[in-house]
T-cell receptor
Framework: ETGVTQTPRHLVMGMTNKKSLKCEQHLGHNAMYWYKQSAKKPLELMFVYNFKEQTENNSVPSRFSPECPNSSHLFLHLHTLQPEDSALYLC????????????????FGAGSRLTVL | LAKTTQPISMDSYEGQEVNITCSHNNIATNDYITWYQQFPSQGPRFIIQGYKTKVTNEVASLFIPADRKSSTLSLPRVSLSDTAVYYCLVGPPGTYKYIFGTGTRLKVLA
């Protein structure tokens, strides 16, 4: 399988549940990203990992907990979410931004549509 | 990172050429311009990237004037399947923080 794969594609959870989103990339990239896209809003960068180390945390509430066990896998652990957290969560990967010429090019997955009841 | 401004929406007809302009007045010397396409309920997809003058690939062309304060994405002979949101991003090599704006919602009509 190639590209960036996100599971599950759809998730419905209650505010007291704990769930996780999974992202896997088969592109040999070193950087991985979580973005949030709410209805009618631009994509919001949440977290960035490069070589498994977190390099960006864009003031994300602690009820979202990322985990990057290796350069190919990225998780977003969810607990005690609010209805306003309902959104499309997008994972992306890229080469190490410090390498190569040109600006960073992101490859996105299809997203996980989250609904919090 | 330089802020970008794009039209919120555009309509076109099948077979026409579509030009979407992005304004980035505060672009820095080492910034590149990158365009993405997003279909509903999918992640954005890279279309094209450039630094100056003109870049062309199998999907689109990117025109960048000498002052680099704007750029134009050109889609030749659009079809219904080109209906999507198009984002213009500006940033330097080495950054992780690419900011997506509201993009341009292109609707292609039959």
């Amino acid at each position: 399988e190639t590209g960036v794969t996100q599971t599950p594609r759809h998730l419905v959870m209650g505010m007291t549940n704990k769930k996780s989103l999974k992202c896997e990339q088969h592109l040999g990239h070193n950087a991985m990203y979580w973005y949030k896209q709410s209805a009618k809003k631009p994509l919001e960068l949440m977290f960035v990992y490069n070589f498994k180390e977190q390099t960006e945390n864009n003031s994300v509430p602690s009820r979202f907990s990322p985990e990057c066990p290796n350069s190919s896998h990225l998780f977003l652990h969810l607990h005690t979410l609010q209805p306003e957290d309902s959104a499309l969560y997008l994972c992306a990967s890229s080469q190490d931004p410090a390498l190569g010429s040109g600006a960073n090019v992101l490859t996105f997955g299809a997203g996980s549509r989250l609904t919090v009841l | 990172l330089a802020k970008t401004t794009q039209p919120i929406s555009m309509d076109s007809y099948e077979g026409q050429e579509v030009n979407i302009t992005c304004s980035h007045n505060n672009i820095a010397t080492n910034d590149y311009i990158t365009w993405y396409q997003q279909f509903p309920s999918q992640g954005p997809r890279f279309i094209i990237q450039g630094y100056k003058t003109k870049v062309t690939n199998e999907v689109a062309s990117l025109f960048i004037p000498a002052d680099r304060k704007s750029s134009t994405l050109s889609l030749p002979r659009v079809s219904l399947s080109d209906t999507a949101v198009y984002y213009c991003l500006v940033g330097p090599p080495g950054t992780y923080k690419y900011i997506f704006g509201t993009g341009t919602r292109l609707k292609v009509l039959a």
